[in-house]
């Protein structure tokens, strides 16, 4: 049977990329924010995941205003890094895990989640991002060491799915990978945030207290976390902020007992507060020893 | 009943609902178009002949010859359209706040890397008007 085992949250901000893709990483500006994945990096690989389902928002590269699902689900074979503007990313094409991810779909509608399946789709910098802070630096040549199931979810378009439904496509998620027939680990990643605006007057706006509290009550407290409203995100973390729903499907997947394995917090990088946490089951913790 | 737009009293920020999405549809979808390096060609060549094939509003339009960024948003634009116009003129996501912020890029970058912009004095719009912030 597939499993998920495990969780990460996790900050996609374009710089990163860039800063990877330019190899300006251990310059002074850049250095602390790679160090907190130094022990992500060691993590992903002891955790042998097979596949890595990751919830992510595009950013007005691949959906223009034509249409605008609130969750999309990558059933493609292959999802190829879009040109956000500046070339394309140079870092391999994601490959799905087809059939899961077909399985997932029909799951979720039968469990009254009417999402959007994604037969083609590229992948903007939200996806790629975390794959390489996580799992390191990749050349276009080389190959992720696992799977992706891609989960891409409206955050751009006011209003952003609330948390509460987030949390429980997380809860819903959890039975679809459950009742998969494959013997799987599977890893889920919320990304996005943490405190930024990179708009208006108020561009800038961080709120590294708003962003601790998150951070401590994912682990304990994520039911009533995930009711916080949105104008909360919006005044409190700024209006991209918002993004961190997403964090809460990737909380929802998890059992309720997880324990922290890892956290990070760098401000800044570009306009953001990075964020970063990991969260084991500890069941599965215990399965290990 | 109307929809109670609790989030239109945060100084300094537009919250792009669907009301914003419609007003600014035209805009946006040109400013995405340039994502695409044949596009970027299509416009560094001709900007007004490029420019003709979006139905948006004059005002729209006169914003996007001018760059005027906090415009743009004004009429509909977001920022991650918006972003897109700026990164076909060589400006990333940074130096587009610093412009917005009317701070400066290097005052900008400064003030995030002491920390960014506190939340203190920056959540609702009485603040800004008592401290007679636009
Ligand atoms: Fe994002």
Known sequence: MARITAGVGCSHVPAIGVAMDSGITEQPYWEPVFEGFEKSREWMKAQKADVVFLVYNDHCTVFDATCIPTFALGCAPEFAPADEGWGPRPVPVVKNHQRLASHIAHSLILDEFDITIMNEMEVDHGLTVPMSVMFGDKGIDDEWPCLVIPLCVNVVQYPAPTGNRCYNLGKAIRRAVDSFDEDLNVVVFGTGGMSHQLQYKRAGLINKEWDTQFLNRLTSDPVSLSQTPHIDYLREAGSEGVEMVMWHVMRGALDDDVEEIHRHYHVPASNTAVGHIILENKKDQKAKI | ?134
């Open chain 2, 1 to 134: 009943m109307g929809l109670n737009k609790d989030y239109e009293d945060i100084p300094g920020t537009f919250v792009f609902d669907a009301d914003r999405g419609r007003e600014g549809y035209y805009l946006n979808q040109f400013c995405i178009s340039l994502r695409k390096a044949p596009n970027r060609e299509a416009f560094g060549a001709d900007e007004g002949a490029y420019l003709d094939k979006y139905k948006m509003t004059a005002e729209q339009r006169q914003a996007v010859i001018d760059r005027d960024w906090n415009q743009l948003l004004e009429l509909g634009g977001n920022i991650y359209y918006t972003s897109k116009l700026a990164a076909n003129d060589g400006i990333n996501f940074q130096e587009l706040a610093g412009l917005m912020t009317g701070m400066g890029i290097e005052a900008y970058r400064a003030m995030m890397l002491a920390g960014g912009r506190s939340p203190e004095g920056n959540r609702y719009q009485h603040e800004w008007d008592e401290k007679g912030e636009k």
